[in-house]
Each structure stands twice: as C-alpha cells, then as structure tokens.
C-alpha cells in the first residue's frame, strides 16, 4: 500500500442468517470490514468499518465480473474500490481515494489468489 509492497487477504462470506455478504479485509497493520447487502438489479449497498475507527457507506455496482464500491463522504473520505475477477481466477483488487484537488490517486492494488481448502 502507498507503494510499499504488501500482503492482502480477503474473505468474503455469507453474514447475518445469509442476509449479507461479509468482505474482511486485511493488509499490513490496516483492517476492515463491509457489510454489502442487495439493492436492486446489479445494485448494492454496504457500511465499512476499519481499525481506524472510521465508518461510512459504499454504494456499489456489479457488471460482469466487476464490482465497483464507491465509498466515503464529504465527512470521512471519498474514494471507491474495484474488485475485478481476473480470467486465470485471480482477484484484482485497486483502491483509490480522492484527493483535496478533486483527483483520484490510486493507494492500493493487489492481486488476490483464492486460498487452498484445507478440507
């Protein structure tokens, strides 16, 4: 993260009795967790949390094998996370914020693979 080299790992799992979809993240010393529910056709809406103490909500869209978490407010932060399923399998993961200026600037990119059943 912000150019460093790092480790990520991301969980996703059913949370609530299946009424959700729980993302913990985890990267270095930073991490958190969403909680992103349906609403609507390729529509959904989530809250963070991270070990920050900050929360806020993300609203995201899902196209093909796309999702795209825009997230923040004028309160918090505002960025947005894409998460996009590689055809080999793999997970792209690419978090930007946006700066004072108005710009975007990418803080974080990671490609995930997913983790072997020990089953």
């Given at each position: 993260?912000?150019?460093?080299?790092s480790?990520?790992?991301?969980?996703?799992?059913?949370?609530?009795?299946?009424r959700?979809?729980?993302?913990?993240?985890?990267?270095g010393r930073f991490?958190?967790?969403?909680?992103?529910?349906?609403?609507?056709?390729?529509?959904?809406?989530?809250?963070w949390?991270?070990?920050?103490?900050?929360?806020?909500?993300?609203?995201?869209?899902?196209?093909?094998r796309?999702?795209t978490?825009?997230?923040?407010?004028?309160?918090?932060?505002?960025?947005?996370?894409?998460?996009?399923?590689l055809?080999d399998?793999r997970?792209?993961?690419?978090?930007?914020v946006?700066?004072?200026?108005g710009?975007?600037?990418?803080?974080?990119?990671?490609i995930?693979?997913?983790a072997s059943?020990?089953?």
């Amino acid at each position: 993260m912000l150019g460093n080299a790092s480790e990520a790992v991301l969980e996703v799992r059913p949370a609530l009795g299946g009424r959700f979809l729980e993302f913990s993240y985890r990267a270095g010393r930073f991490e958190g967790r969403a909680f992103y529910r349906p609403d609507g056709e390729g529509r959904w809406r989530a809250t963070w949390f991270d070990n920050r103490g900050i929360s806020f909500g993300i609203a995201a869209v899902l196209a093909e094998r796309t999702l795209t978490s825009d997230w923040g407010s004028a309160e918090t932060e505002r960025g947005r996370t894409v998460y996009r399923m590689l055809d080999d399998g793999r997970l792209e993961v690419v978090d930007t914020v946006t700066a004072h200026d108005g710009q975007a600037r990418e803080f974080a990119r990671h490609i995930l693979s997913r983790a072997s059943s020990t089953e």
